[in-house]
């Protein structure tokens, strides 16, 4: 009665237009100072969210093994989950954030450094939502594609953690201590120990 390949393709592009609404919504009366970002990103981060859907739609209607292949079920449900949690960890996240928020392609100094809610466990929780999101999309498809998808949206999420950092250092000088006490990308987990 159902077609299940339908509702996973329905489901992948929903998942796609929740984070895109999410991660770009912004409001634009918040004139904020710019900072030095990875202005590439931009075109890079649109490479990903077009070529990772376009792999998660192909994996479920493609028949080649060797390319795409959708693993067993329990890894599909495993990975619409994390991507379900994903886009609920970018909402709360976006939430605490509030004026605070810009995309780190177009990085704006903030207001003030935000450590409650989802920050208190994570300095970056809208990085790792979107890292969690490809990892989920990995999970569902077992398309090895996606693996280098997550390797250069990781190496773009460090870089511009990294920048971000800096210039909060600089104009909050109690972020030091924020940052030794609370892990950059997974939660317990410290990348770089400053």
């Not at 770009?24 to 070529?51: C, G």
């Not at 999970?139 to 990294?162: D, E, K, M, P, R």
Request: net charge positive; aromatic share 18%; with cysteine.
């Amino acid at each position: 009665m159902f077609d299940e390949n339908l509702i996973l393709a329905i489901y992948f592009v929903s998942i796609a237009l929740a984070n895109r609404v999410l991660y770009f919504y912004n409001d634009s009366k918040n004139k904020r100072k710019r900072i030095d970002s990875l202005k590439s990103f931009v075109y890079v981060q649109k490479y990903l969210r077009f070529s990772t859907l376009t792999i998660a739609l192909l994996s479920i209607y493609s028949h080649s093994s060797w390319l795409y292949k959708i693993p067993g079920i329990q890894y599909v449900f495993t990975g619409a989950s994390l991507c379900a949690l994903s886009i609920i960890i970018l909402f709360i996240a976006r939430f605490n954030l509030n004026d605070n928020y810009s995309p780190c392609y177009d990085m704006k100094a903030p207001k003030d450094f935000i450590h409650h809610g989802v920050y208190k466990i994570i300095r970056h929780p809208i990085y790792f939502s979107n890292l969690l999101l490809v990892l989920g999309v990995f999970l569902a498809t077992g398309s090895a594609w996606i693996i280098v998808n997550f390797s250069i949206l990781f190496i773009y999420y460090l870089v511009s953690a990294i920048k971000e950092e800096n210039q909060l250092i600089k104009k909050f000088p109690k972020y030091k201590r924020y940052q030794a006490g609370t892990s950059m990308f997974i939660p317990g987990y410290k990348i770089i120990k400053k």
